[in-house]
């Protein structure tokens, strides 16, 4: 049975933004990310389900724990954690177990309990601006599992963090997460955090959910150019181009032109499609090297970076820009082929920008 | 400012000075004329030393029964308007930290309240409370409730920068921990507040002290301590004036050696998070 | 907080409506005594709307040459305390501002200032205002010194926000544009302070405006518009007591509905950035 | 001749940090990059040159301009940029031209040359607040521009701004560089805008200069751990390692140990080195595919992370932590080797922590 079952969810606002007609499923253990560029509701949605904000219309059901009252069920770890400040740790993740008069035998048991499954090894008489920001992570975890909720929403934790510590305090997340058992709801803007975190994402602009899978799959076979563009670092190339009519079923050499982009594009792979399509490529993905099963691109390169493990080069192709992350550097104003395998190709609709094929 | 520090240093020495001119000679000057036989306080050129030491004046001070009940009034009056301002100061800054409306609404009674002449309010207000049976009580509760109202603007502006300060999230982080609004509101907002609570306490407490128009207007034969002090300057009587003074002052002394190492930060007078 | 919204309700209403009354009575009642005769005033139980109106105490009051005498006092007194304390409270912001010693010094000295009891330094500093025959000036500038020197803690805090507010990289980027820095105070600060220093000279002046112990002291017989009220209210001519009331509102009302538009935000009573 | 030396300058504050003993040459027309942790002394070095900091000892002297005065040579661009608020852009632009008293048509004649050069196509009678980022960066550039200066200072210009604003007005700075031609000092904490940035850079740590050099030379050759650790992202892993005292000249197979970490690293390439080193090898180059002349390294997996472009897998080696980025996914507890080829490995002073052969 799901966890949580969201049914064409909405919660509009004057100013603008909430989300609109959200229907998503959430299995129990599993880490689901909501993550989309700011302004797109994923807050909005996890506070509804928090709730934080009350829907205007739809529904969420908690899965066996039918009608409980909903602050049993979720707890949530803020932004910036908001511990309270003239708490010591301890006062902080007993508030609630003193809330609810639990005795003080069993407040101390629990609150133990919690800082061993939080990793939190550390003097609890000590108050938030003592610690630092892992420990201050850790207390808002204890905090967060002390009333044993089924669902724990976490609300871009790590969004105020600087790199290195991000980096650090994400595996420990993931680590959480995994030894706990507990069902994770976790919204973030940034799209390497909801790759490396995720077992399922859903990627949402503007109140809506545009795609819902594995990270792998999201990444590897987005639904429509809007996912395929936020997701993944530097940006996916989209140039548009033409399939000729006839499609041949045989590998063909690269200096067969079979896909157009205006005549500059030569493509090595037939394929069921034709007409006007969106063409997506990732830069990493573009090489010098040609193989048996792949597109060629003629570049004109303007502008060479680099970026340490590879070089960032600018190009146009047919008047359209690309960017491709090369393991050499060339000079710019040269003109070279460029390659990509068949796996490598994403095509999308030109009017819908829906992935196709 | 490259070359700012030098240029700035002569202006910074003047005001420093300034500053502590201005607070030390007027004490100095009372506990002067509290020691000194009358005369001497008028004497041209002034002497800046006192020649002639005398403790009467501090003694006949001590002596009138007038005193004990005018201090006695004060404080009632002082304590009860500082409570009383603080209370319903507080609750209206929380109201206006949370609520955007009420916030506007709040600020422009704090605004309007800060720039209408309370001498000018002060004649409907007598006539107020001649009718509420408040005027000229012995208990001085007419004069402490004006005193809070008057207050209230200056306990609000304190307290609610520090409600401001305290971030939503801790409130829905408590709410959904399981606390009532109310217990939020005792348990998260209240103790992160106590400083600027403290403040306000303080601020209303010297301000119906010091507050002087109303308690001549309606404190007529009860009176507190700032009348008695404006009749025995008005007659003349410098020496038991000045040691009156230092009797006022004493509160304000006690506050400030108290709360000293919270002096630099400014805290009392403007806090801000 | 959820659910907080409906809870939160009726406070808001009752605070509202405190606010509105609060602030509307005492003017609604100012106006009725001043155009109703003197013994209606006094009636028990209350008429809250006025029986007979009469246009004499308004007359009366504005025939009067120590009305025009006082209220042209009162303006040079106001307007000059306020330029004073408004140009030296805002050189006392802008040095806290820049310079972390000073503004802990500075600080200090402004809590100071709002903790001792201003009556109780009344006494010292009129022995110093008679010796320097600045006592019972026909100009007032003996209480416009002291009222200047009264509001420089409120002008200073004013605009001590909008110059911290102002980021030192704007004064080092005029800096290396070639500015001088008096250049810099005078091109990049002040224009950007300009609200801050508005509201300063509003409030420096109702300051003084408004201000009763020091004018009653001081001003003897040259007196200001507060002592003149005081002494009509005292005497019992309630009719044109409200009427002089109503003249001393007269600015205030002016500045509320002039900066209308500013009230909800707070910014005249608490300049925050 | 040099545009600018900077000869033992130090400049040391009561609350830490500062500048020691630095020196430095920075060439006519190049744009030249200080980058390193915050608190290294990037900053201060910066307010040095600008004349805002006076230095306890050494000297700045700038090259054939001699002894003008430092504010008509130099110009600064602030982080967040600095605009008047209350001035519109051109009187932004104007400010420093009309303190020189010029005459009005010749104050607009310039103001429309430094912005056409800033390549700001506003109206400029509107203010900073009703700018874009981008708009806000070009009217800074423009203003710095507009005295003519030969240096021009940059305080962090992108660091406030978000991800994709900040790469598109990296791209802009390069090339407004370029255009004018003007000598640039530019101060960012960010490895990756040093490395794409810059003509030369120097690192700087705990207010001294590590490296100075092309930023494919600081990347590929770091002159010791510090730098190898700071620039490049994921980090480059450093391990201690034994070489054996005898050093074969030819290549040999990597199943030969020739290096040891706790026995379990096998090494194809002897050195002329011996005794216990730092190896430092950067995530990227670690591979399942090994070639003639490589380093091999039997590596037990414990985490693996998606992230896009590939995986991040997380190892321990002889009980030391290694962390690759592989094209393959591969089972959290499985051992494999993984491989890195002899232009990847980077050997360390264990001692000096120094960049040896």
């Known amino acids: 049975m799901a966890e949580l079952e969201i049914y064409k969810l909405s919660r509009r606002f004057k100013s603008g933004g909430g989300v609109s007609d959200v229907s998503l499923t959430i299995e129990p253990g599993r880490l689901f990310v909501l993550v989309g560029p700011s302004g797109c509701g994923k807050s909005t949605l996890l506070r509804l389900i928090a709730g934080l904000e009350s829907p205007d219309s739809g529904e969420i059901r908690f899965g066996e724990a039918g009608n409980a009252d909903r602050r049993d069920l979720i707890a949530m770890v803020f932004q910036n954690y908001a511990l309270y400040p003239h708490m010591s740790a301890f006062d902080n993740i007993a508030f609630a177990l003193r809330l609810r008069h639990l005795s003080r035998p069993e407040i101390r048991r629990r609150v133990a309990e919690a800082a061993e499954l939080a990793a939190l090894h550390i003097d609890l008489s000590r108050r938030p601006a003592e610690l630092s920001g892992g420990e201050r992570q850790r207390v808002a975890l204890a905090r967060a599992l002390v009333r044993r909720p089924r669902v724990i929403l976490m609300d871009e934790p790590l969004s105020s963090l600087d790199a290195p510590l991000r980096s650090h305090l994400r595996i420990e997340l993931k680590e959480f997460q995994r030894r706990t058992g507990r069902t994770v709801i976790y919204v973030t803007h940034d799209q390497f955090e909801a790759l490396t975190l995720a077992d399922d994402l859903a990627v949402m602009r503007a109140g809506t959910v545009e795609q819902v899978g594995a990270p792998d799959d999201v990444y590897q076979r987005p639904a429509n150019v809007f996912v395929a563009t936020f997701m993944g670092n530097p940006l996916m190339n989209i140039v548009r181009c033409r399939l000729p009519n006839a499609s041949v079923s045989a590998p063909a050499r690269s200096s067969e032109p079979a896909l157009e982009i205006g005549g500059k594009l030569a493509m090595a792979m037939p394929f069921g499609l034709s007409g006007e399509v969106l063409l997506g490529i990732r830069p990493e993905d573009l090489t010098y090297k040609s193989s048996s099963d792949c597109a060629a691109f003629e570049a004109t390169f303007t502008r060479v970076e680099f970026v340490g493990p590879g070089y960032l080069a600018y190009a146009t192709v047919a008047g359209q820009e690309l960017t491709a992350l090369l393991d050499q550097p060339i000079e710019p104003g040269r003109t070279r082929w460029l390659y990509a395998p068949r796996r490598a190709l994403h095509f999308f609709d030109p009017v819908s920008n829906r992935r196709i094929g | ?273």
């Not at chain 2, 006192?50 to 001070?61: C, E, Q, W």
């Not at chain 2, 606390?179 to 106590?194: E, G, K, N, T, Y």
Request: aromatic share 8%; proline share 7%.
């Open chain 2, 1 to 273: 400012m490259p070359g700012g520090g030098a240029r700035a240093a002569p202006l910074r020495f003047a005001i420093d000075c300034l500053a502590v001119i201005g607070a030390a000679v007027p004490i100095y000057l009372l506990i002067k004329q509290a020691i000194t036989p009358d005369l001497e306080s008028f004497a041209w050129p002034p002497f800046w030393l006192p020649h002639h030491l005398t403790a009467s004046n501090l003694k006949s001070v001590f002596e009138l029964a007038e005193l004990r009940s005018a201090l006695l009034l004060s404080v009632i009056v002082a304590v009860a308007a500082a409570a009383i301002s603080t209370v319903l100061g507080t609750m209206l800054a929380y109201a206006m930290a949370r609520r955007e409306r009420l916030r506007q609404t709040g600020m422009a009674g704090v605004t309007i309240a800060r720039l209408l002449p309370m001498i000018a309010v002060a004649l409907p207000l007598t006539t107020v409370l001649i009718r509420a049976g408040l005027y000229d009580s012995p208990t001085g509760m007419g004069l402490a409730l004006i005193h809070a109202a008057l207050a209230i603007p200056t306990t609000a502006l304190t307290t609610y920068g520090a409600f401001v300060a305290i971030p939503a999230e801790q409130e829905e982080a408590a709410w959904l921990d399981g606390a009532s609004p109310l217990r939020v509101f005792l348990a998260i907002d209240v103790p992160q507040a106590r400083m600027a609570i403290a403040a306000s306490l303080v601020l209303s407490f010297i301000l119906s002290w010091d507050e002087f128009g109303f308690a001549l207007l309606i404190q007529v034969t009860n009176r507190t301590m700032p009348p008695l002090l404006y009749y025995y300057t008005v007659f003349g009587d410098v020496g038991p004036a000045s040691a009156l003074a230092l009797v006022m002052l004493a509160p304000a002394v006690a506050v400030i050696i108290a709360l000293r190492p919270m002096l630099k930060s400014g805290f009392i007078a403007a806090p801000r998070h």
